[in-house]
Structures are given as structure tokens and as C-alpha cells.
């Protein structure tokens, strides 16, 4: 089933620059390609990688009028003809497999390939479905794809009072690395920071507090 003749208001950029480029178009959506699925959206997250792509900083190069947006969440309205394992009335997320050049997740319907989507968890909200998937997956792919971090192993995670940072956190923890892995941090906010996530021990840069969970 293809998605013919709707609009869509969606956030778009003709210039790169700070949060006042951006404005709400209302644009057609194209006829759904073969593995394409439409999303009627319910909530976004916003990241650095946007940021960085909004200002012309990423390491791709946006063509105007140019889209944003790597993570968002909603239900499926429509799938094209060779789409296998969603269907309409999933309620799904997005996952960082596109290039914002092909697909963007910012606006009220998206179209998204079937390969960057998937049904999430029915205890998760549309807003925290939105928020998980970047970190965690990319925190999946450093330490087990890359790293292949064993139960009995200590890590270090720098910047770990960052949305990334925290999510590897938590994942280092899912993995069974040893409790008192170590994270390093720049202040102090993000020193209690990084401990309110549940890591092990803190390494401070400058002012990172002392505390029960193991700062020094």
C-alpha cells in the first residue's frame, strides 16, 4: 500500500546556522518505494549529530532545503509492497541507519526505510522510545561489536555524563563488566551526573565530587 496524495509538516532548514534557520513546511509525500514504511509521528529526540547538522559541522554536507532529524517515534500508517515485518498499527522507532541526505524523522509523518525501524517495547512511552536507540545502540556497537568487553573486564568511558556517555554507562553494566568501571568528567554537575547513572568510579577532570559511588 503506497501513501498518494498527503502533506506533511515536517522541519526543514535552507541554510545552515543556529535554531532560527529552522522553520515547519508542509510538503507532498512521495509515492512509498518498495521497502518504505510511513510513520505518523509522536515524538522526537534531538541530539548533537542534529545540531552539528543544522550548523554545517557534520561530516555530511546537508543540500537545501535540507531535513532533520535521526530519532523519533509513532505508529505505522502505510508499508510499500516488499516491507516483511512491519506492519500498520506497529508502534515503532527510528534507529541511526540513513543518511539525513535520503531520510529525515523531524515532523509529523515520516517516510523511513523498514531496515531503520523497529517495534519498541510496550513497557517504553513514544517519548522515551524516542530518546533510546542512538545511545544504546551505538554504546552496543563500541564495547560488544568492536571492543568484545567480557563480564570480567573493567572500561573506561570518557564524557560519561553526555547522553552517550550514560548510555554506555548502563550497557557496560548490562554486559557484566566489573562494577567499578571508570568514567571521567569535566565538572562537577557532571560528575553527580555520571554517579546518578549507576557508574562505578569517577575519574575527576576538574571538580568531579567525591561520593558513595566511588569518586575520587
Not at 554545517?56 to 509492497?81: C, N, R, T
Not at 560488544?144 to 554506555?168: C, F, N, R, W, Y
Amino acid at each position: 500500500m503506497s501513501a498518494l496524495n498527503e502533506t506533511a509538516k515536517v522541519v526543514r532548514f535552507n541554510q545552515t546556522g543556529g535554531s532560527e534557520v529552522l522553520r515547519i513546511d508542509e510538503i507532498q509525500l512521495p509515492r512509498l518505494q518498495k521497502n518504505e514504511v510511513l510513520v505518523r509521528v509522536q515524538a522526537v529526540a534531538v541530539r548533537r549529530s542534529d545540531l552539528l547538522w543544522r550548523e554545517g559541522l557534520y561530516f555530511e554536507e546537508p543540500k537545501f532545503p535540507a531535513q532533520i532529524g535521526y530519532d523519533a517515534a509513532g505508529v505505522v500508517e502505510s508499508v510499500g509492497p516488499e516491507v516483511s515485518k512491519l506492519k500498520v498499527g506497529d508502534r515503532v522507532s527510528t534507529f541511526p541507519a540513513v543518511s539525513l541526505l535520503d531520510y529525515a524523522a523531524h515532523g509529523e509523518k515520516i517516510i523511513y526505510p523498514e531496515t531503520a525501524l523497529m517495534v519498541y517495547p510496550e513497557s517504553l512511552t513514544p517519548v522515551q522510545a524516542a530518546a533510546v536507540n542512538t545511545g544504546l545502540l551505538t554504546a552496543y556497537f563500541a564495547l560488544l561489536e568492536l571492543a568484545d568487553l567480557k563480564s570480567h573486564q573493567h572500561v573506561v568511558i570518557t564524557a560519561a555524563s553526555s547522553p552517550m556517555g550514560i548510555a554506555a554507562i548502563q550497557m557496560a553494566k548490562a554486559l557484566g563488566a566489573k562494577k567499578h568501571h571508570r568514567h571521567t568528567v569535566r565538572s562537577e554537575e557532571r560528575g553527580v551526573a555520571g554517579g546518578r547513572s549507576g557508574s562505578g568510579h569517577c575519574r575527576r577532570k576538574r571538580g568531579c565530587p567525591r561520593s558513595d559511588s566511588g569518586t575520587d
